[in-house]
T-cell receptor
Framework: DSGVTQTPKHLITATGQRVTLRCSPR?????VYWYQQSLDQGLQFLIQ???????AKGNILERFSAQQFPDLHSELNLSSLELGDSALYFC????????????FGPGTRLTVT | GENVEQHPSTLSVQEGDSAVIKCTYS??????FPWYKQELGKRPQLIID?????GEKKDQRIAVTLNKTAKHFSLHITETQPEDSAVYFC????????????FGIGTKLQVIP
C-alpha cells in the first residue's frame, strides 16, 4: 500500500457525461500528478499540482481539468466523455522540495459506453 | 520537451538469467531517472531510481546505470525469478522550471520458469 488513495475504483458512464475522480496523497506529500493509461499503453502524464498550484501540464485535453484543494487532495474532472477516454487513471504523489519519488494510487478504471 | 525511448518492448528470459532494459532521453537538463514495475492490473511501483550525479546504483538483484554523456540509462535484473514478470517503465524528470516526468512506453518482461 503506497498511502495514496483514489476513489472510485471503477466507474462506468455514458458518452457525453461528466465524472470526477478523487485522489488523496500520502501524508505530507505536496505534489500530486495525474496519469492516463489506456489498454496496453504507457503512462501519459496529464497534469501536476504542487501545494494547490498547477505546476506542469502534459497531454491533457481541454475537456479535462483538475484542481488541488487546501487539504491537498486533488480531483480530476472529465467532461463530454468519449469512448476513447476509457482508461485507467492514476494519481501519484511525491513530497516535492527536491524529493522526486512518486507513489502511485491504485487507479480508477473508467469505462465509457 | 523531453522524449524517452525504451527498448525492447517485450523481453523473455529463462529463470535465473539476467534481463537488461535500456532507455534514452533527449533533454540533457533531465536529472532524475526512476524505474517502475507494474504487475497486471496493479499500480506502478518505484523499484529503483538514480540521480544525474551518480553513475550506478544497486539494490540486491536490481541495478541501474546512467551515462549522462550518451543520455541513456539501463535497468539490470540478475538471477531473474518468475515474480519479476511485469511491465517495467523508465522515466526522466526535467530539472527546469517545471517538474514534468516523462515515461517510456514500457517493457513487458516474461521470466520463463
Amino acid at each position: 500500500d503506497s498511502g495514496v488513495t483514489q476513489t472510485p475504483k471503477h466507474l462506468i458512464t455514458a458518452t457525453g457525461q461528466r465524472v470526477t475522480l478523487r485522489c488523496s496523497p500520502r501524508s505530507g506529500d505536496l505534489s500530486v500528478y495525474w496519469y492516463q493509461q489506456s489498454l496496453d499503453q504507457g503512462l501519459q502524464f496529464l497534469i501536476q499540482y504542487y501545494n494547490g498550484e498547477e505546476r506542469a501540464k502534459g497531454n491533457i485535453l481541454e475537456r479535462f481539468s483538475a484542481q488541488q484543494f487546501p487539504d491537498l487532495h486533488s480531483e480530476l474532472n472529465l467532461s463530454s466523455l468519449e469512448l476513447g477516454d476509457s482508461a485507467l487513471y492514476f494519481c501519484a504523489s511525491s513530497p516535492g522540495q527536491g524529493n522526486y519519488e512518486q507513489y502511485f494510487g491504485p487507479g480508477t478504471r473508467l469505462t465509457v459506453t | 520537451g523531453e522524449n524517452v525511448e525504451q527498448h525492447p518492448s517485450t523481453l523473455s528470459v529463462q529463470e535465473g538469467d539476467s534481463a537488461v532494459i535500456k532507455c534514452t532521453y533527449s533533454d540533457s537538463a533531465s536529472n532524475y531517472f526512476p524505474w517502475y514495475k507494474q504487475e497486471l492490473g496493479k499500480r506502478p511501483q518505484l523499484i529503483i531510481d538514480i540521480r544525474s550525479n551518480v553513475g550506478e546504483k544497486k539494490d540486491q538483484r536490481i541495478a541501474v546505470t546512467l551515462n549522462k554523456t550518451a543520455k541513456h540509462f539501463s535497468l539490470h535484473i540478475t538471477e531473474t525469478q518468475p515474480e519479476d514478470s511485469a511491465v517495467y517503465f523508465c522515466a526522466a524528470r526535467y530539472s527546469g522550471g517545471y517538474q514534468k516526468v516523462t515515461f517510456g512506453i514500457g517493457t513487458k518482461l516474461q521470466v520463463i520458469p
